[in-house]
């Protein structure tokens, strides 16, 4: 293995962390719009929501460790087949390629709770009276 093999993650992991925080900054603006929008007092399908939004901030926190993790293990694997520790250098990134897979595991659930945050705005819309 050479320097350059973990070298190629690092574009990729880069761009996934930017993704993550890209998500994790739109939970915390609809989290602030929805606290705004109700108030003092909340419905049933917002108490449903909140629990959604737990879950999904947990998540990505935990999406965003694994992928600061792979990150990390990848550069010290480049510094170990820099210095010359070959062996060193190939489980260190062979770790953080696990890491990586973690990280996208972990998102993989999240889009599905995601998907769930969906189903319940649109069982709310179907329970309002038609016009």
Known sequence: MTLTTPALLFPAISLLLLAYTNRFLVLAQL????????????????????????????????????????FLLCTVSMFSLFIAQQLLGI?????????????????LYEIHISCDAIEIELQNIEKKPVA
């Open 31 to 70: 989290i602030r719009e929805l606290n705004a929008r109700e108030g003092s007092t909340n419905r049933p399908v917002v108490l449903a929501q909140i629990d959604n939004l737990k879950k999904r901030i947990k998540l990505i926190r935990s999406m965003q460790v694994w992928g600061v993790f792979s």
């Open 91 to 107: 489980i260190l990134f062979g770790i953080s390629l696990c890491c990586l897979m973690a990280s996208l595991i972990i998102s």
